[in-house]
């Protein structure tokens, strides 16, 4: 069965200082691998995906994932946080290659970044 | 931001009545889809679309209905609701081949 695991439920770091969000993922075939993000009382937020091709990826304000096959990990990082990057991220690896709508998502790690 | 609007945003309902959720979406893209969100779970698809009339299942597909009769609108029927079923459902356009998701804002079910 295909899955996603994020092992942490928070993540705190200081504003300034680097932050990674973990994900680990299990799929047959080629994955498609996505971050999310969501603020409070809102919907979910498209940060960056992996396709094909880079294994770094960039994405919306300043994050990047880094794709790791033999790993089967796709973490979320980013040089130096900011308290507005508080928030809950999601990954989500695709079901279908036709597909990437059909999603598997992670449970989700709240990230707190203090001043 | 995606044109996507969920109604109602809140609502409170007992055990055993239908409940209708609608999605409206002005960017007129084919493929749209509903997810649920629990705590520990993070989202689970229930139904999605991939044209007018043209609906399939998600994972959590038990105890929901849609339909999508136009375009733009993308309705989720919860049959005859049960406690189980409190959470926020989001709508979402996008996916096909390559592309993301763009998410409604999401709609929060209370079923006492």
């Known amino acids: 069965a295909q899955s996603v695991a994020q092992p942490e439920d928070q993540v705190n770091v200081a504003e300034g200082n680097p932050l990674t969000v973990k994900c680990t993922y299990s799929?047959?075939?080629?994955?498609?691998l996505f971050w999310y993000v969501q603020y409070p009382n809102r919907g979910l937020q498209f940060l960056l995906k992996?396709?094909?091709?880079?294994?770094l990826v960039k994405g919306s304000y300043g994050f990047e994932a880094e794709f790791n096959k033999s790993q089967t990990s796709f973490h979320l990082k980013k040089p130096s946080a900011l308290v507005s990057d508080s928030a809950l991220y999601f990954c989500?690896?695709?079901?279908?290659?036709?597909?990437?709508?059909?999603?598997?998502f992670g449970q989700g790690t709240t990230l707190q970044v203090k001043p | 931001d995606a044109g996507i609007t969920q109604s109602p945003r809140h609502k409170v309902t007992e055990t055993g009545t239908p409940v209708t959720l609608r999605c409206h979406q002005t960017?007129?893209?084919?493929?749209m889809y509903w997810y649920r969100q629990d705590p520990g779970h993070g989202l689970r698809l229930i139904h999605y679309?991939?044209?007018?009339?043209?609906?399939d299942k998600g994972e959590v597909s038990d105890g929901y209905s849609v339909s999508r009769s136009k375009t733009e609108d993308f309705l989720l029927t919860l049959e005859s609701a049960t406690s189980s079923q409190t959470s926020v459902y989001f709508c979402?356009?996008?996916?096909?081949?390559?592309?993301?998701?763009?998410f409604g804002e999401g709609s929060r079910l209370t079923v006492l």
């Open positions: 989500a690896v695709s079901v279908g290659s036709s597909n990437t709508g059909k999603l598997i």
């Open positions: 992996y396709i094909t091709g880079d294994n």
């Open positions: 679309s991939y044209g007018v009339k043209d609906t």
């Open positions: 799929v047959s075939g080629n994955p498609y």
């Open positions: 960017e007129n893209h084919r493929y």
């Open positions: 979402a356009i996008g996916g096909g081949g390559s592309g993301e998701l763009f």
